[in-house]
């Protein structure tokens, strides 16, 4: 069982930065692959990144490519998003999730390949 806790969401102004955090309980943290999604109001939940269990592997959607970037801590059982040059399109609820298999394979995109997930932190970008 893994215990997924997101923080550092906010308001922030266009071209702004922020940087989310993931918590995770459980010792087996460290083996699974962790994903960001993101959601906006109305829309369908959406792949943002995602990080192999080894940080070998890293892979993005093409609307944050070179702006965001997602990282891990395996000795704090934490991954990270650092999001730069934010725009108003980024606001959304944004989501940790844990996938088992470790790797970063196919399926990487989709919400059914993740077996945990937190609960959300908001970011709101304001123009």
């Known amino acids: 069982q893994v215990q997924l806790v997101e923080s550092g969401g906010g308001l922030v102004q266009a071209g702004g930065s922020l940087r989310l955090s993931c918590a995770a309980s459980?010792?087996?943290?460290?083996?699974?692959?962790m994903g960001w999604f993101r959601r906006a109001r109305g829309k369908e939940r959406e792949f943002v990144s995602a990080i192999d269990w080894s940080y070998g592997s890293t892979y993005y959607a093409d609307s944050v490519k070179g702006r965001f970037t997602i990282s891990r801590d395996n000795a704090k059982n934490t991954v990270y998003l650092l999001m730069n040059s934010l725009k108003p399109e980024d606001t959304a609820v944004y989501y940790c999730?844990?996938?088992?298999?470790?790797?970063?394979?196919?399926?990487?995109?989709?919400?059914?390949?993740?077996?945990?997930w937190g609960q959300g932190t908001q970011v709101t970008v304001s123009s």
């Open positions: 999730a844990a996938d088992h298999r470790g790797l970063i394979r196919s399926g990487v995109t989709e919400v059914p390949s993740y077996d945990y």
């Open positions: 459980g010792r087996t943290f460290s083996s699974y692959a």
